[in-house]
Nanobody, 115 residues
Framework: QVQLVESGGGLVQPGGSLRLSCIASRSIFSFGAMGWYRQAPGEQRALVATILRSGTTSYADSAKGRFTISRDNAKNTMYLQMNSLKPEDTAVYYC?????????WGQGTQVTVSS
């Protein structure tokens, strides 16, 4: 079993930045795909960005050019750097890590973009 804990959410003004962190309770070196998802009120959870063990990344169109996903295996941590935030980025952000056929989710962290 693996526990994931997200942090870094909060209230930020439009145009601001936040960095989300997702810390795993064990080594993530052998984990495959990892990703960040978000869920706004009344909407389904949606993929924001993924990173593979190789370091290959992919982004939702809404995140391209503004968000950067990364992983630090030595710290058992995945990050999401979010720049140029918009009100429509407001959501609960979740991290997910997968190894073989097992998937683990964090509890979520709230991001609110508002003036």
């Amino acid at each position: 079993q693996v526990q994931l804990v997200e942090s870094g959410g909060g209230l930020v003004q439009p145009g601001g930045s936040l960095r989300l962190s997702c810390i795993a309770s064990r080594s993530i070196f052998s984990f495959g795909a990892m990703g960040w998802y978000r869920q706004a009120p009344g909407e389904q959870r949606a993929l924001v960005a993924t990173i593979l063990r190789s370091g290959t990344t992919s982004y939702a169109d809404s995140a391209k050019g503004r968000f950067t996903i990364s992983r630090d295996n030595a710290k058992n941590t995945m990050y999401l750097q979010m720049n140029s935030l918009k009100p429509e980025d407001t959501a609960v952000y979740y991290c997910k890590m997968s190894i073989l056929d097992r998937h683990y989710w964090g509890q979520g962290t709230q991001v609110t973009v508002s003036s």
